[in-house]
């Protein structure tokens, strides 16, 4: 069961799609084993990157115990939903099925932060014992939450654990609820997103791994594990060399599409479609996204 101790590389999964649009379900099970065996310690499921808002809720339910069925580590499912009765019946059906736990975003129309509050503790009495992660993503949902919310969600739910954190700019945040916990407030895990983008800083300023989907998930567990030995400059210089990918993936509105396309390339997923509405990459971008990755692999190959 997922809690406060979580730490490492929880990868955000991608949900493949064959070129028809539906699920290609041999490709999720070569994507479970991918993850795995790149380092990731958790796997986060129907997130905003897996899709989840184009399942029906039959699929979703399906491929929750796809991957649970699949997967040697834990899973936490995603089950943001506009009201409170579809979030409790993914989150039940999900547990039922072996699940860690589960993650909540705010919904857009928030914007005091006693609605946010009250929010999270409406959340937390509709999931029951389930353990969840807040997801604070404040460029895609719209709704901002001040760390002083945070911390009063997690001193008022129990069942809130984590923090998946990807405010930007946000490595104020990391420290300032690292200083509450440090002065006695409850502290929750804090995994971070954005594709890694800042993942060094993050977890200098004190968070507990990562919980985003870059491409190259093993970026990730190099990273953390150099900078838990100790060797701040290798864990600088692996980041370095993927940074390029990374910031590349990092475009808004096209980064599924590349985070597909390079998952195809590499042979995790056997097709690069992203369902219907969603972009689709150029022969331009495809183009510039195979450059990059010869360039990373002849950067990596002086240091790993």
Not at 26 to 52: C, H, N, P, Q, R
Not at 135 to 156: M, Y
Request: one cysteine or more.
């Amino acid at each position: 069961m997922l809690d406060e101790t979580a730490r490492g590389v929880f990868t955000i999964a991608v949900t493949p799609f064959l070129p028809d649009g539906a699920i290609d379900w041999k490709s999720v099970d070569t994507m479970v084993d991918f993850y795995i065996a790149k380092g990731a310690t958790g796997l986060t499921i129907l997130g905003m990157m897996g899709e989840a808002g184009k399942l029906t809720a039959a699929e979703s339910i399906a491929v929750v115990k796809r991957v649970i069925a699949r997967s040697t580590v834990p899973v936490v499912v995603g089950v943001s939903a506009p009201g409170f009765a579809a979030m409790k019946t993914l989150s039940d059906a999900s547990m039922d099925l072996g699940a860690a736990g589960v993650m909540v975003a705010p919904p857009g129309n928030l914007r005091s932060d006693a609605q946010i509050v009250a929010y999270y503790h409406n959340s937390a009495e509709a999931l029951g014992a389930a353990p969840f992660v807040l997801q604070d993503f404040p460029l895609v949902t719209n709704v901002v939450i001040p760390v002083s919310v945070i911390l009063k969600i997690a001193e008022d739910c129990p069942t809130c654990v984590m923090l998946k954190h990807e405010d930007w700019p946000g490595l104020e945040k990391i420290s300032a609820l690292r200083a509450a916990s440090d002065a006695g407030a409850r502290r929750i895990s804090i995994l971070c997103g954005n594709g890694g983008l800042y993942l060094l800083e993050e977890m200098l300023r004190g968070a507990d791994g990562a919980m985003t989907g870059f491409a190259y998930p093993e970026m990730m567990a190099q990273v953390i594990a150099a900078y838990r030995s100790g060797d701040l400059d290798h864990a600088r210089d692996i980041f370095d060399a993927y940074m390029p990918m990374v910031r590349y993936e990092a475009q808004p509105g096209l980064g599924l599409a590349i985070r597909k396309y390079t998952l195809a390339q590499r042979g995790v997923i056997a097709h690069d479609t992203v369902r219907k509405p969603g972009a689709a990459l150029s022969t331009a971008s495809k183009a510039e996204i195979n450059a990059l990755a010869t360039r990373q692999e002849t950067a990596l190959s002086r240091l790993l």
